[in-house]
């Protein structure tokens, strides 16, 4: 396990190259059997004018582990994913450190999947709560 487990960590951050997980500083830092963890930065560049956590780069932070997660469980090769709608409900802020995503997938179907991600702190409080759903669609 451990090496498959080090083969999705390194694909997961290797095609965040270039992009808006780059970006963000998103790394992936462990896999399991129905989860996927992610961990971000929260630095003045992912900072609202006063200082703390933005909402968006939450948002963005969870429609990345959920989108991954969805190319992990449900073999990207074959299929491409979409983010159809993202929710989010912010319950703590914070201004420095990093912060944990983690997906959990609630609904497999062969369409559609319905993500839930808990965004927490260093003391793995909560921070946001946000829910994903993701359209999987034959690669042509």
Same mark, same amino acid.
């Given at each position: 396990?451990?090496?498959? /487990? !080090? /083969? +999705? %960590?390194? +694909?997961?951050? !290797? ?6 997980? !780059?970006?963000?500083? +998103? ?7 129905? *989860?996927?963890? @992610?961990?971000?930065?929260?630095? #003045?560049?992912?900072?609202? #004018? ?7 780069? =939450?948002?963005?932070? @969870?429609?990345?582990?959920? &989108? @991954?997660? &969805?190319?992990? *469980?449900?073999?990207? &090769?074959?299929? *491409?994913?979409?983010?159809? !709608?993202?929710? @989010?409900?912010?319950?703590? &802020?914070?201004?420095?450190? *990093? ?11 062969? =369409? ?6 808990? +965004? ?11 829910? %994903? ?8």
């Amino acid at each position: 396990m451990n090496d498959y /487990k !080090e /083969k +999705i %960590l390194k +694909i997961c951050n !290797e095609t965040s190259k270039n992009t808006l997980m !780059e970006t963000l500083d +998103i790394e992936y830092i462990d896999v399991g059997e129905d *989860f996927l963890l @992610a961990k971000m930065p929260v630095t #003045p560049k992912v900072h609202q #004018p006063d200082g703390v956590l933005h909402g968006g780069a =939450t948002a963005a932070l @969870a429609e990345s582990v959920g &989108s @991954a997660a &969805s190319y992990v *469980f449900l073999d990207g &090769s074959k299929y *491409f994913v979409r983010g159809l !709608e993202i929710t @989010a409900n912010h319950v703590k &802020s914070v201004k420095e450190g *990093f912060v944990y995503a983690k997906a959990i997938i609630l609904h497999k179907g062969r =369409t559609t999947q319905l993500w839930e991600i808990k +965004i927490t702190n260093e003391d793995d409080q909560l921070v946001s709560l946000c829910k %994903l759903t993701t359209i999987t669609l034959p690669k042509n």
